[in-house]
Nanobody, 129 residues
Framework: VQLVESGGDSVQAGGSLRLSCEASKYPYKYRFMAWFRQAPGREREGVAGIDNLDRITYADSVKGRFVLTRDDDQDTLYLQMNDLKPEDSGMYYC????????????????????????WGQGTQVTVSS
C-alpha cells in the first residue's frame, strides 16, 4: 500500500483543518489505519486510529475536537481537526497495516501504540496562538 497525506497548513488557534490520506495499491487489504503526529523534540504519538471493524480510537488530547472517518469508495482516510491548539502543531503521518502488532512483534489491540508497517511522507500542521 502507498499512502499520501495532504491538507496540512498554518492556522490560528481555534481554527480547523481536514487532513486526507489517500491509499493506493491494494488498500482494501490494509484495514488498520491511523494518524500519528510528531513535533520537534517530541516523540511520535498516536492521534486517532480505525480498525478492521471500523472501531475508532482517539487520543485523550484530541477527543471531542478531532473526527476520524474512512471513505472506502475513495480509499481515503480523513482527520477533521477542530478547535486547534498550538500543541496540535507537528508533522502528521498516516499509517496502515494488515494487522496490529507492537514493537516486539506481538499482536496488540492498542492501535495508537502499534508498530505500523506502512507510512506516508507526512503533512505539516502549524497552529499559532
Amino acid at each position: 500500500v502507498q499512502l499520501v497525506e495532504s491538507g496540512g497548513d498554518s492556522v490560528q488557534a481555534g481554527g480547523s483543518l481536514r487532513l486526507s490520506c489517500e491509499a493506493s495499491k491494494y488498500p482494501y487489504k490494509y484495514r488498520f489505519m491511523a494518524w500519528f503526529r510528531q513535533a520537534p523534540g517530541r516523540e511520535r504519538e498516536g492521534v486517532a486510529g480505525i480498525d478492521n471493524l471500523d472501531r475508532i480510537t482517539y487520543a485523550d488530547s484530541v477527543k471531542g475536537r478531532f473526527v476520524l472517518t474512512r471513505d472506502d469508495d475513495q480509499d481515503t482516510l480523513y482527520l477533521q481537526m477542530n478547535d486547534l491548539k498550538p500543541e496540535d502543531s507537528g508533522m502528521y503521518y498516516c499509517a496502515a497495516d494488515r494487522e496490529l502488532r507492537d514493537d516486539a512483534g506481538w499482536t496488540t489491540g492498542d492501535i495508537l501504540r502499534a508498530a505500523f508497517a506502512y507510512w506516508g511522507q507526512g503533512t505539516q500542521v502549524t497552529v499559532s496562538s
